[in-house]
């Protein structure tokens, strides 16, 4: 059983410089899988090579094993691309751009009409069908470019930051369809907001300096780092140095209401002996919370440990 996209040992150089180098990851389910990175990073680079608008310097990209090399028309069948702006005509209706993209990607010409109504109506646009496509807002527009990624049934959908610039009320539209979507496509999301990926993705591949340095679940990219700091807040605080004399405590920083953040080693139990701690000597600990690193944390780690030879 063939990986719905795999993406293997991918280079690309312009001119002189590699902007990615050895891209290697899978798709096999459908759902998102959100391509972050940094301004630079390589994510265009590595989308445009996926959706065939750019021919690698080196290695291979296949949709459910066919490969984009071997055969490009098949391939390209198999995707559809919304890239940062999308590519709509201002002067058609919707209904007149849909019509002439799914032309594009060489579909039946009976088969038309049926997938236009379809994907009118996934996107919520039946409506505006025979609008131009001028007098629609962001919102919209950014609608007619989703449907045009999806009017031949692709495996692969491919967007890149498709909620850039829009307003905060369309944003909210935008990744309910987005995730609407993800139930029966694979769709390969790009995006420098790390929270926009944490509430669509449920993998991460992540671009930096042209290399992958993480790809995985979401939930092991929220995990990586462990709690290392923790907010104790006691009536009776005890001295700093009280503090310090347990075990694992590496540092303590006082706040104000009462409360002091502990910075600890990585560990199991140390909580649960500060409580005891707290009853022996009556410290009156009214409450203690684990603080657990984001993912922008994580982001920067990572970031900060990739460099590209
Ligand atoms: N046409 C080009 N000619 C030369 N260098 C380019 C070209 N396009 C991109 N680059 C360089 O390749 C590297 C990767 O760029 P790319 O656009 O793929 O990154 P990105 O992650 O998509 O960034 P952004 O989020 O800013 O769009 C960058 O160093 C960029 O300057």
């Known amino acids: ?5 795999k993406v293997e040992n ?9 902007a990615i180098r050895e891209i290697n990851f899978e798709i096999n389910d459908a759902g998102v899988i959100g391509l972050l990175g940094s301004n630079g990073a390589g994510k265009s680079t590595t989308m445009n090579i996926i959706c065939g ?8 990209v296949s949709i459910n094993g066919l490969s984009m090399k071997d055969d490009p028309i098949a391939y390209k069948k198999q995707i559809g691309f919304l890239p940062q702006q999308a590519p709509v005509y201002l002067d058609f209706t919707v209904q007149e751009y849909l019509e002439y993209a799914a ?10 009409k049926g997938a236009v109504d379809e994907v009118l109506e996934k996107t919520s646009i039946t409506q505006m069908r025979n609008r131009l496509i001028k007098n629609l807002s962001g919102g919209f527009r950014q609608r007619v470019g989703i449907a045009q990624a999806i009017i031949n049934k692709p495996k692969v959908v491919v967007l890149d930051e498709p909620t850039n610039g829009l307003d905060p009320n369309q944003i909210i539209e935008a990744r309910k369809l987005i995730k609407e979507i993800a139930k029966d496509h694979a769709v390969l ?5 790390l929270s926009e990926i944490n509430l669509l993705a449920r993998e991460i591949v992540m671009i930096e300096a042209g290399q992958v340095i993480f790809s995985d679940t979401l939930d092991v990219f929220n995990n990586i780092l462990q709690p290392n700091t923790m907010v104790a807040r006691m009536l009776n605080m005890p001295d700093v140095d009280e503090l310090l004399a347990i075990e694992d405590v590496q540092k303590v920083e006082l706040l104000p ?26 410290w009156r600990l009214t409450s203690i919370n684990m603080e657990s690193s984001g993912m922008d944390d994580v982001f920067k780690q990572l970031s900060s440990s990739s460099t590209l030879q």
């Open 103 to 112: 032309q594009l990607r060489l579909m039946d010409k009976r088969m038309i």
């Open 189 to 193: 999301l790009s995006s420098h907001v």
């Open 1 to 5: 059983m063939h990986p719905i996209l």
């Open 257 to 282: 209401d009462h409360r002091c953040r502990i910075y600890f080693q990585p560990n199991d139990d140390l909580a649960e002996r500060i409580i005891r701690k707290s009853l022996e000597k009556n």
């Open 10 to 18: 991918l280079s690309h150089r312009y001119a002189s410089s590699w």
């Open 53 to 60: 608008t750019l021919l690698q310097t080196e290695g291979n």
